[in-house]
């Protein structure tokens, strides 16, 4: 084996010259720009060295509102779009007729265009002239005044938020979950059956442990995919988000190299570097706690 | 306790419109008595599962009825039932440890019958040390053997002790050897606990080694029910005679006239009962006596000497089937020559089946 050590390197070279050029290269670059102090882009120079980077994007207050918006997306969206992809996914295996058109529909919004979701959006939540849209329609119907969810209080755009980004990410975790499910032996169900274990205790005692892999999966990239999330705000309320207070970190991070104000890269460097912080600290934790309740 | 099947059916939905549906169990009709070891033994596909799964409640059948005892279980639900069963793959839980796995029927108890942890405890310990796996209790189930994984099994299918013991094809995970071990292991344990048990196998000397009685199945029907030996020694029908022992039984055309039966032109043993006819003539291979004067001549194609026995592989005009086979002891070595062969039968190992029906005709 050992011989043969420089030909498994070989075999790794076009992945790792890959890896390094795309994606440690400019992670480094990141890395040293946010501790450059006053980088002027055009020039290429800098003043000195140090943390005020990252003091002046922790002092930002738009950077604030854009990392608790991150944070409320991600709590809110990771937990509840799991669970309602799972209860989606033992409801599909459950029935028998008609599974196949229930999975397909559920799968149609992971198919369709960013755009046609959006117009979706617009139906359901947009207010216009001519209606206050078919969300404010059914609030209607229990007497509740009309909301606007575009333009309107904090609390109702960060709802359509998150309505959005659980809406876009269950069809994934569902098809993910289903397969999942019927990848479990039915033996064990059987036997589980046999010895008169109730429904409630086969999910938490067989089902769960056996799809425990897969479900850590989808908590994991799920963290991850919410806190990069941008692109759903800009969807939704246009890309002046500071101004919408619906600015996410990385939407923070565009608007610092190119927004109206951009043309900062150090700031957005160091905003990068926070983010990468976070993400990579909660990763560790999740996988810390899947080494303990996952069952492979 | 009691085990009856009462024409049990059980027929499966053909998929579409066009396909008309398999009969995987047709008519079953049997008596376990109570404390016994069934085999249930047939070819594959034969039903054996459908009808292990109906006794336990797994699957519902079509018709007919179940009895635990005096008691109706046909429409109960497999936990009313009080059986264990052990799977064809063993099915222990991979994310338990062997305690856990034991332990997990228990854990369900309601009720009345719930027991405490120190009782629980007792109880896994009891069953494991019956199947010899005391040792193995903090593992977890990729961690053992095939065999160590079948014996769990059972004592998880044993530790709610129940009336009835269920075994579809326990052993076809194993290699020769643990075969044969853990057969006479589950033979012990059954035999030690005295629980009625069915134990499902396509292998007939697995069947006929460790059960009290043998039903052979094939397309869903009972085709005889009898003890280990009586299977062999006397078949129903040509199917049992052909499925039974090793290597497989010798079939001739024959014919029967005035008393005597005919193989090919010669008589070759008296046939009184039977009525003039064709009739196919079955001979287990240790059936033939080497005899100058014995009825039945065949060409010599090859003799193996197997140490106790000879093998030999010969032609008839009259066979039915690939290789004409015979055994015969190794003293009779010397009276092999070449070219032809005489043999007189031994009348206890020749079976005469009608040619259509291909029941036996008793003589
Ligand atoms: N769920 C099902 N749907 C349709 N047909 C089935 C189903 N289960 C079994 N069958 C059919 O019923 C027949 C008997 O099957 P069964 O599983 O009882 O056979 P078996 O004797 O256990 O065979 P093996 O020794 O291979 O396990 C087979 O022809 C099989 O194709
Ligand atoms: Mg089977």
Known sequence: MKKNNWKGWLYLLPAILFLGVFMVYPLVDVFIYSFEEGYNSSSQTFWGTGWYNYLYVLHDPYFIQALKNTFIL????????????????????????????????????????????????????????????????????????????????????????????????????????????ASVNKNYYNAALVDGTRPFRVFRKITLPMISPTVFYLIITGFIGAFKAYSDAVALFGTNLNVAEMNTIVGYIYDMLYGDGGGYPSYASAAAIILFVIVLTITCINLLISKKHVHY | ????????????????????????????????????????????????????????????????????????????????????????????????TVEENIRFPLENLKKEKKLSKAQMKEKVLEVARLVQTEELLDRKPAELSGGQQQRVAIARALVKMPKVLLLDEPLSNLDARLRIQTREEIRRIQRETGITTVFVTHDQEEALSI?????????????????????????????????????????????????????????????????????????RPEGFVLDENGGLAVELNSVEVLGRDISIVAKHKAFVGSSLRVIVDSENLSMIGNGQVRFRLKPAKVYLFDKTTEERIRL
């Not at chain 1, 001519?130 to 209607?140: E, H, I």
């Not at chain 2, 009685?213 to 869903?220: A, Q």
């Open chain 1, 74 to 181: 991600v709590l809110i969206t990771v937990p509840l779009s799991t669970l309602l992809a799972l209860l989606i996914s033992l409801g599909l295996s459950s029935i028998k007729k008609l599974r196949n058109m229930f999975q397909t529909i559920y799968f149609l919004p992971y198919v369709t265009n960013t755009l046609a979701v959006g117009l979706v959006f617009m139906i359901l939540f947009q207010t216009t002239e001519y209606t206050d849209g078919m969300f404010n329609f059914v609030l209607s119907l229990f007497g509740i005044a009309p909301i606007d969810f575009i333009e309107g209080p904090y609390w109702a755009k960060m709802f359509v938020l998150c309505f959005y980004t659980v809406w876009v990410v269950l069809p994934f975790k569902i098809l993910i979950l289903t397969s999942a499910l």
């Open chain 2, 1 to 96: 306790m009691k085990v009856v099947l009462e024409n049990l059916t059980k027929k499966f939905p053909g998929r579409g419109k066009t396909s008309p549906g398999v009969t995987a169990v047709d008519n079953v009709s049997f008596e376990i008595p109570d404390g016994k070891l069934v085999g249930l033994l047939g070819p594959s596909g034969c039903g054996k599962s459908t009808t292990l799964n109906m006794i336990c409640g797994l699957e519902a059948p079509t018709d007919g009825k179940i009895f635990f005892g005096e008691d109706e279980v046909t429409k109960l639900s497999p936990e009313l039932r009080g059986v264990g069963m052990v799977f064809q793959n063993y099915a222990l839980y991979p994310h338990l």
């Open chain 2, 211 to 283: 059960s009290d009685m043998i039903v052979v199945l094939n397309n869903g029907a009972v085709q005889q029910m009898a003890e280990p030996q009586m299977v062999y020694d006397a078949p129903a029908n040509l199917f049992v005679a052909k499925f039974l022992g090793t290597p497989q039984i010798n079939m001739f055309e024959g014919r029967v006239a005035e008393g005597k039966l005919y193989i090919g032109d010669e008589a070759v043993m008296a046939a009184d009962g039977a009525k003039d006819g064709d009739v196919l003539v079955g001979v």
